[in-house]
């Protein structure tokens, strides 16, 4: 009963991170905020979803893909936000800054 809540808890606050995730997609500024806030949520939202997965039975081998899937979750995804922006400079593209400084 106690490991079903707590993946409950997990599982919610994950899909809590993906969907606040998808409002700043909508909400951010420029390119580099989305990609950024995106980065992140989609990070820690698949995360903390396939952590609340793994404390539901059977436990063993559906265990372990998934530890398979959080592992190659946690390289690829800031990898791919990091090569985006990359390309996103590379083409040209600039992030917007805010150009009044105080002296």
């Avoid at 409950?8 to 606040?20: E, S, Y």
């Avoid at 793994?54 to 265990?63: A, D, I, S």
């Amino acid at each position: 009963m106690i490991l079903e809540i707590v993946s409950a808890v997990l599982v919610l606050a994950g899909a809590l991170f993906a969907l606040i995730g998808g409002i700043g997609l909508l909400r951010l500024p420029d390119f580099f905020s989305r990609i950024h806030g995106a980065g992140l949520t989609d990070t820690l939202g698949a995360g903390l979803i396939l952590i609340g997965l793994m404390f539901l039975p059977p436990h063993g081998l559906v265990t372990a893909k998934l530890v398979a899937i959080l592992i190659f979750l946690w390289i690829t995804s800031p990898t791919s936000t990091h090569a985006l922006a990359n390309a996103a400079l590379g083409a040209g593209l600039r992030p917007r800054v805010d150009e009044t400084e105080d002296a």
